[in-house]
């Protein structure tokens, strides 16, 4: 695909403000690109970076809060896009522009059946004459590979999975066989297998309708697997743009370095930090351990189990650090719940140092909880809002009385707050006035407050930019060399586990199908899933 | 599903009912002894006894409270002391013309609320929005007794375009039904004028707008759909409140329905009478619940009972 | 923008930045500064004017509104006593508010807390809360505020008793249904994790961020309690002679509709005013504290080109 030819969508020297109180702030700055016919332009960046908010633009959705073109031209195919008027608007969208979103769910009116939506398309283009319509949507969905399209026309979006509406978002986008498809973050909320799939459905579509695809991603593995050409956005400004192979192999920009660098899945370039030394003494044992749900327990069906985890064993040294690694609903995060005694187990033991946790009561239980300390994926969401830092890392020497003499809070408080890279004048802010790696390092400090032995990671690292990731799991390895932690690093994520996991359990729909040692577990998987989740990572395109 | 859903419902209404049956029973007879509003003030002892005894006043009250829940599970409400008839004939007597009443002024309340609102939100900030606000707080805000009065000197007394009250012609109707739809009619704007401006700024609007719809469709079709819903279940809070409305209107205009009857009542301390009302009253409000759950999941396809 | 705001977030900064946005809003300042002025007819009023508020004077009887002959306190006009209208206004103000806001606050206090309680534990007291609730929210709540009233007898402490009651529901079930939702928020697990016992966790991580949500509805709440005592003292059943509310000002004047309507018709309007103000200033923090339409209030300012 060369980039030659005539271009059907044209931005130039875009620069766009939100307005709000006072000055208006600077959403897209000075902003040029273009897409072809055929072609697949990738927009990457990070949260913020204004990357939605261009394309936001061409489809004239930006209005709360109110967007305002300061300057630029939009056009696509001759037209320009700023002078449109409604009418001439709305021919356009949905008909040559189409747009599909992040979550699905959301963006799929909850009260009508999903042919129903894809047929508006039809009708909004007074196309709806055209043919038998409730046969044509039949046949998108069945492109979009919705199995049993003929019935399943009359379900409602939330009788989907996440990856079947994703599939019901294309095909409303594709009903009318637009110029340009614009794709922001189309598998962000999806899993690794699942969003393979989704972007080998819009491959496939692009190759037979010869749209161009404009896709907004901050994750760099999509954006190699798709794109021909790149740009990188930071801060409203384009840093970057080319050909997607030179961006990824001979970056220019500062930033985009940086970006690169981050990529987990490229040949490691820090040194590998496997911990020191794993001592032989066995912290936590794990027998097991099983978790069942009771569900549908409706007066016509019978009731059935749902085994959220199954019969799971594992055993973590001092020193080390033991990866779990799997998909949603894979029961991780049930295995963490349960560790850290929110939940309480069907069966299994769980031997932390010797004792059972799950017979821990009273003075014994309160014993346990300052040794394991957990780190939750959401660090906003595991701080109370009202709290500021200090009353947030000193909460575990308020609950346990015996840690710390009151009088040494605040100066432990401050060495905390250094010791996970932050200032000690942090302490009298509010959660929400820094940044999500901030607030993880806070999480951590505050972890680290009880002096624990073992550190539950509960996708510690999700919600964060990539850049920031890298730095998080940093900080977590420097720790543990530094004062001995042990973890248990719970993600979906397996690439980001590559470089600090001695030992990688693969969970799936609750059992444990693989658990070795890092490095062989990466070069010979021997379980089928444990392979396709590897696989699941998309390949560069160029590669291929 | 759906049966066994009415049945917990009704399960717990009964239960519901029960518990203000008997906090009701055991409040009137503390007012005090009936027999001394009844009787000439001037009656001997033994009359007043033989009224007691007459009418089970003498027992112990946890006896006459036994008394009065057998009576109750064989359908027997008591007599009327005043009426000396059977009191659920008087309550469901008085009850159609409150009926009728609170339908006409709920239902345009209601239709007028969705449509007012919704062209509010349709075009926020703009004249209408904020006229369409100001009337609807001001709706929401006025006493509904002083209304009553305001428009009885006005419009009956001043310039004598209609009757102050009574029943007898469709004149009769328009003031009880203006002062009795006001408030929730204040109070539906609000709420359809905030259910819709969410439901605009939800992502499938963006949906419909990136797909080319219409207007007025993505308006209408899409956006009042949704906000349908939250605007049923306060519709039908309000419906259980008018019958506050239904008192201070019907004592105003002389309207003779379940709210006027159950003032009477208490003052007479006509016991039977009042517990009637309450069960009828109590059971009108449990049919319009259940009808609104039903109307829920109609409208909504994500709730299955 | 995914820029997460607390309303709850207060500094001055926000104090002045709240002063601008109720300065752009020219109804919702009008609002705000009568209700100041009525705060402060609450504080000092019954000191400069309670005396003249229960002088009799023949020769003002039913004196018309409009007319400055006898000072400015008669410019409303006077009663069938020849009491002067505006000092009765401004002394009725302080119990008609004092009434309201009590109530308010007893039902916020016991409703918020039997919430919490409702909310974090399953125990049997949880059901029973929530029954409760249930009983009182199936009933219209004038119609038990009057059985109970009845049967107490009018008081001014009874009254603030049964309006605190009859208001309890949305207090405890907003409480719950918050408590519901926070508990399972991550920093909830998060103290449980650390070892923070169940007292800690209700009283240090969950209340204080439920108490925003039922001090704005107590707020809002504050015009509908007026409006039932008003109703109440109207029928009768709320506040007795010689002390008076705004409300019983109407009912006196009822009677007299034909020869002197301003006796009823202008405590009705100060009600009114009152309870529109509040719903209007409520309106207004409704828009403040929504990020949807927020911007509405701010003063948008392009860049130059």
């Not at chain 1, 909320?189 to 749209?211: C, F, H, N, P």
């Not at chain 1, 959401?378 to 909460?395: H, L």
């Not at chain 1, 993600?491 to 040692?517: C, W, Y």
């Not at chain 1, 998309?538 to 291929?544: C, F, V």
Request: hydrophobic share 50%; proline share 5%; net charge neutral.
């Amino acid at each position: 695909m060369t980039a030659s030819d005539k271009a059907i969508l044209t931005i130039e020297n875009l620069t766009v403000d939100f307005l709000s109180e006072g000055d208006p702030a600077r959403a897209v700055d000075n902003v040029s690109f273009n897409v072809c016919p055929g072609e697949t332009l990738v927009i990457l960046g990070e949260s913020g970076s204004g990357k939605s908010v261009s394309t936001g633009t061409v489809m004239g959705l930006i209005d709360c809060p109110p967007g305002d073109i300061v300057s630029g031209a939009l056009l696509f195919d001759g037209i320009d896009l700023t002078e449109l008027d409604e009418e001439s608007r709305r021919a356009l969208n949905g008909r040559r522009i189409a747009m599909i979103f992040q979550d699905p769910l959301a963006y799929l009116n909850p009260v009508y059946t999903v042919g129903r939506q894809i047929a508006e398309v039809f009708e909004a283009h007074s196309d709806s004459d055209v043919g038998d319509v409730r046969e044509r949507v039949a046949k998108l969905l069945e492109r979009v590979g919705i199995p049993d399209a003929g019935r399943r026309i009359d379900y409602y979006p939330h009788q989907f999975s996440g990856g079947q509406r994703q599939r019901v978002m294309i095909a409303m986008a594709i009903a009318l066989k637009p110029d340009i498809l614009i794709a922001d973050e189309p598998t962000t909320a999806l899993d690794v297998s699942v969003q393979s799939q989704i972007l080998e459905l819009l491959g496939d579509l692009q190759r037979e309708t010869g749209m161009a695809l404009i896709m907004i991603t901050h994750d760099l593995e999509v954006a190699a697997a798709m794109a021909d050409r790149i740009i990188v956005m930071n801060g409203g400004k384009v840093v970057e743009s080319g050909k997607a192979q030179d961006v990824f192999t001979n970056p220019v920009h500062a930033y985009t370095r940086r970006l690169m660098t981050a990529l987990p899945h490229r040949s490691p370039t820090t040194e590998p930090t496997p911990s020191a030394e794993v001592q032989g003494e066995i912290l936590l044992k794990v027998e097991n351990l099983s978790k069942h749900y009771v569900l549908g327990a409706g007066s016509f069906s019978p009731k059935r189990e749902f085994r959220a985890v199954d019969d799971v064993s594992f055993t973590v040294h001092r020193g080390e650090t033991v990866g779990i690694v799997g998909e949603s609903g894979s029961g991780k995060s049930s295995i963490a719940r349960m560790l850290l005694r929110l939940d309480e187990p069907t069966s299994g033991r769980a031997l932390f140092a010797g004792e059972d946790i799950f017979a821990l009561e009273g003075r014994a239980l309160n014993g346990f909880r300052r040794r394991v300390q957990m780190v939750f994926q959401d660090p906003f969401g595991s701080m109370n809002p009202r709290m500021n830092v200090r009353s947030i890392i000193s909460e575990p020497w308020a609950i346990h009385r015996d840690i710390l003499p009151k009088a040494r809070w605040n100066d432990r408080v401050v060495e905390l707050l250094e010791l996970v890279g932050l200032k000690g004048e942090h302490a009298d802010r509010h959660p929400h006035q820094f940044s999500g790696g901030q607030r993880q390092r806070i999480a951590i400090a505050r972890a680290l407050a009880s002096e624990p032995e073992l550190i539950v990671c509960d996708e510690a690292v999700s919600a964060l930019d990539v850049s920031i990731q890298m730095q998080v799991i940093g900080l977590l390895a420097d720790l543990r060399s530094r004062l001995g932690l042990s973890y248990v690093f719970i993600t979906h994520d397996l690439p980001i586990v590559r470089e600090f996991a001695d030992r990688i359990m693969v969970m799936q729909q609750g059992k444990v199908v693989e658990d070795s040692n890092t490095e062989m577990l990466f070069n010979s998987p021997s379980h089928p899933y444990t392979m396709s989740l590897l696989n699941s990572v998309p390949r560069p395109k160029w590669a291929r | 599903m759906m049966l066994g859903y009415i049945g917990r419902r009704a399960y717990h209404s009964i239960i519901s009912l029960v518990g203000l049956l008997t906090l009701v029973f055991f409040l009137t007879r503390l007012t005090g002894d009936p027999s001394a509003l009844y009787l000439p003030l001037d009656s001997s002892l033994e009359a007043r006894e033989a009224f007691a005894r007459l009418n089970g006043l003498d027992q112990p009250i946890y006896v006459q409270f036994l008394q009065y829940l057998q009576n109750l599970l064989s359908l027997d409400f008591g007599q009327s002391l005043r009426r000396n008839r059977s009191a659920i004939d008087v309550a469901l007597e008085a009850f159609p013309a409150t009926l009728k009443l609170a339908f006409v002024a709920m239902a345009l309340a209601t239709t007028l609320a969705i449509t007012v609102g919704a062209l509010a939100a349709a075009r926020p900030r703009s004249i209408f929005d904020r006229v369409a606000g100001l009337v609807s707080l001001a709706g929401a805000s006025t006493p509904d007794f002083w209304i009553a009065i305001v428009g009885i000197l006005v419009l009956a007394v001043g310039l004598g375009v209609l009757p102050t009250s009574g029943t007898g012609t469709g004149w009769h109707w328009i003031m009880p039904i203006a002062v009795l739809m006001l408030r929730p009619f204040g109070l539906l704007v609000q709420v359809v004028r905030g259910t819709m401006i969410s439901a605009l700024a939800s992502p499938y609007i963006k949906t419909a707008h990136a797909k080319g719809m219409k207007r007025h469709k993505i308006i209408f079709g899409h956006a009042l759909r949704n906000s349908l819903l939250p605007v049923i279940t306060v519709a039908g809070d309000l419906a259980t409140g008018l019958i506050n409305g239904a008192v201070v209107v019907e004592t105003i205009f002389g309207w003779p329905g379940i709210g006027k009857l159950m003032i009477d009542s208490i003052i007479q301390r006509d016991f039977a009478v009042v517990q009637s009302t309450i069960l009828v009253t109590a059971i009108a409000i449990f049919i319009v619940n259940i009808a609104i759950d039903l109307l829920y999941v109609m409208l909504d396809p994500r709730i299955r009972y | 923008m995914a820029d997460i705001t607390l309303p709850s977030v207060r500094s001055p900064g926000n104090l002045r930045q709240l002063a601008i946005y109720l300065a752009r809003d020219k109804l919702a300042l009008c609002a705000a500064l009568f209700l100041i002025v009525l705060l402060v007819c609450v504080l000092f009023g019954p000191l400069l004017v309670g005396d003249l508020a229960g002088k009799l004077g023949l020769r003002q009887r039913n004196l018309a509104p409009f007319s400055l002959e006898q000072g400015f306190l008669y410019v409303l006009g006077a009663d069938t006593l020849g009491r002067p209208i505006l000092a009765r206004l401004i002394v009725g103000a302080q119990n008609t508010l004092g009434i309201a806001a009590a109530a308010v606050f007893f039902s916020m206090a016991t409703g918020g807390m039997l919430g919490l309680i409702a909310g974090y534990s399953e125990r049997w007291y949880s059901h029973l809360i929530l029954r409760l609730a249930d009983v009182i929210m199936s009933f219209p709540s004038l119609l038990l505020a009057l059985i109970v009233l009845y049967t107490l007898g009018p008081s001014i402490i009874n009254l603030v008793i049964v309006l605190a009651i009859t208001r309890m529901p949305i207090f405890i079930r907003t409480a719950r249904a918050e408590v519901l939702e926070l508990r399972e928020r991550m920093f909830v697990s998060a103290a449980r994790s650390m070892g923070a016992s169940s007292g800690r966790i209700l009283f240090r991580h969950i209340a204080p961020l439920v108490l925003p949500t039922l001090g704005t509805i107590a707020a809002i709440d504050f015009a509908t309690v007026i409006l039932a005592e008003s109703s109440l003292s109207f029928l009768g059943l709320g506040i007795q002679p010689p002390d008076f509310t705004w409300g019983a000002m109407v009912a006196n004047g009822r009677g007299y509709l034909a020869s002197a309507w301003w006796i009823a018709f202008w405590p009705g309007l100060a009600i009114l005013l009152t309870t529109l103000s509040l719903n209007i200033l409520a309106s207004w923090a409704r828009t403040v504290a929504d990020p949807l339409q927020r911007w509405r209030l701010q003063s948008l300012r392009k860049a130059s080109r």
